[in-house]
């Protein structure tokens, strides 16, 4: 035997993997290769079905983005205003701005810690002046005490006028339900006189129309034309010095008051009618033959 194949033999013996246990690593992995490649197949399958539906999902996304778009060059006129808001704009929030700031300076009694809080119940006592639950009730008391029908025609076509004044006020607050400058809750005569929020002021609008109604039909003496006139400025001004109406609450009301009185005179109401209503309204009225 020559000497390089017992050298041979020798390094064989001495060679680990081959021993039993380990001549299965020596052994070509047919098996296991095959399964790796079903693996890879599969892993491939997956890729691409992974890739179908991302490919999907970026054509959804793509299609939803470009739909958002196109909505989003539709906007309503109302949202273009608020993103780039016109000069209309800008002034009429500006506006609204110096009333709020300019109404709750003025509020100097609008609690008794305020800085005019001592002359409060006065200025309280002034606004009740223009109330429209002491001047419905009045206009009907001064109604029954009347004996002439001139004054009963004056009497009656002022009451119809505080009930328009009390209806068109209360449905405007209502439709608008603006707040007043500081947060009070309204006392039981403004719930009946369905005066509860802070635009337009009521009392303003009813001490315009009734002063101008007063001015028209009565006659009086300068000095108390003047005091009417300073009495309707004065109960428009302390619903500001209470803090329950803006200024533009009370302006507001002093032209729908002029509005209101110029709607009486167009459909004034005659003698004969006014004597039908109340005939009507004390049950006194003769039967119809």
């Known amino acids: 035997?020559?000497?390089?194949?017992?050298?041979?033999?020798?390094?064989?013996?001495?060679?680990?993997?081959?021993?039993?246990?380990?001549?299965?690593?020596?052994?070509?992995?047919?098996?296991?290769?095959?399964?790796?490649?079903?693996s890879a197949r599969r892993a491939s399958h997956k890729y691409q079905h992974c890739q179908h539906q991302a490919s999907e999902n970026a054509q959804q996304e793509s299609a939803e983005s470009s739909k958002?778009?196109?909505?989003s060059v539709k906007?309503?006129?109302?949202?273009?205003?608020?993103?780039?808001p016109s000069f209309k704009g800008i002034a009429m929030n500006s506006l609204l701005a110096i009333d709020i700031c300019m109404s709750k300076r003025l509020g100097v009694c609008a609690h008794t810690t305020s800085s005019w809080g001592s002359v409060r119940?006065?200025?309280?006592?002034l606004a009740l002046?223009?109330?429209?639950?002491?001047?419905?009730?009045?206009?009907?008391?001064?109604?029954t005490r009347s004996n002439t029908l001139a004054g009963q025609e004056v009497l009656v076509n002022l009451l119809l006028a505080l009930l328009l004044d009390v209806m068109t006020v209360a449905g405007m607050q209502k439709l608008v339900k603006?707040?007043?400058?500081?947060?009070?809750?309204?006392?039981?005569?403004?719930?009946?006189?369905?005066?509860?929020?802070?635009?337009?002021?009521?009392?303003a609008s009813r001490a315009a129309m009734v002063s101008k109604f007063l001015l028209a039909h009565l006659v009086l003496a300068v000095p108390l034309r003047i005091l009417l006139v300073i009495w309707?400025?004065?109960?428009?001004?302390?619903?500001?010095?209470l803090g329950r109406h803006h200024l533009t609450d009370v302006g507001c009301g002093f032209a729908l008051g002029f509005l209101h009185y110029s709607l009486v005179e167009m459909v004034w109401l005659s003698s004969s009618t006014c004597q039908t209503l109340i005939s009507i309204g004390t049950f006194n009225w003769i039967p119809f033959y």
């Open 1 to 38: 035997m020559p000497a390089h194949q017992s050298r041979t033999r020798t390094r064989d013996r001495n060679n680990v993997l081959n021993r039993p246990e380990f001549m299965s690593l020596n052994q070509p992995l047919r098996n296991n290769n095959a399964e790796a490649r079903s």
């Open 68 to 71: 958002e778009r196109r909505e």
């Open 75 to 84: 906007l309503p006129e109302e949202d273009c205003m608020q993103l780039n």
């Open 121 to 125: 119940s006065i200025v309280k006592l």
């Open 129 to 143: 002046t223009g109330h429209g639950i002491p001047w419905i009730f009045g206009t009907i008391f001064c109604l």
């Open 178 to 203: 603006r707040k007043g400058p500081w947060e009070m809750s309204p006392s039981f005569l403004d719930y009946l006189a369905m005066d509860v929020y802070s635009f337009p002021a009521a009392h």
């Open 232 to 241: 309707a400025v004065l109960v428009g001004m302390s619903r500001i010095l």
